[in-house]
Structures are given as structure tokens and as C-alpha cells.
């Protein structure tokens, strides 16, 4: 139990900031957390890609990010693009 509590708390204190933020909607833009992982004719990119898209998506879980928030954040830029 005190290893998710603290887990929680880390990952919060990693991504709730500012630079942390940024990082975490770069994550969510290039690891198919809004769209679609496959790669039309080969089976064996698309499996990768759902892997890269399931451990962003474990991020988020752990941080307890809500559909709402999600979206918002991934819609937001952070002035380098």
C-alpha cells in the first residue's frame, strides 16, 4: 500500500509541473495516446506502438488523469511546436 501511496506521490511531483507538464502532453503526442496505433500491413509495428501508447497511458493512470483533463492537455502547446 505505501508503494503505490509513494509511487502516486512521485509521479506527481515528476509531471504536475510546469516542465513536467510539457513533457507529459510531448508523451502523449507521440505515443498514440489520441489516436489510432496502427500501421496499416504490419501487425508487428502496431503491437509496438499499442506498447508505447499502454505505458503513457500507465503515466496517467498513476496520476489519476481524468478524460477531460486528458484531452485538454493534450490540446494544449507549450509554444515550441
Same mark, same amino acid.
Given at each position: ?23 507529459l ?5 507521440? +505515443?498514440?495516446?489520441?489516436r ?7 501487425? +508487428? =509495428?502496431s503491437?509496438?506502438? =499499442? ?29 515550441? =511546436?
Amino acid at each position: 500500500m505505501l508503494d503505490r501511496v509513494r509511487r502516486r506521490q512521485d509521479y506527481a511531483r515528476v509531471f504536475r509541473g510546469e516542465a513536467g507538464g510539457r513533457v507529459l502532453r510531448d508523451l502523449m503526442r507521440r +505515443h498514440f495516446v489520441l489516436r489510432s496505433t496502427q500501421a496499416v500491413g504490419d501487425s +508487428h =509495428e502496431s503491437a509496438f506502438n =499499442e506498447g508505447r501508447r499502454a505505458v503513457v497511458l500507465d503515466v496517467l493512470h498513476t496520476l489519476r488523469v481524468r478524460e477531460d483533463e486528458l484531452i485538454r492537455q493534450s490540446l494544449e502547446g507549450d509554444g515550441n =511546436e
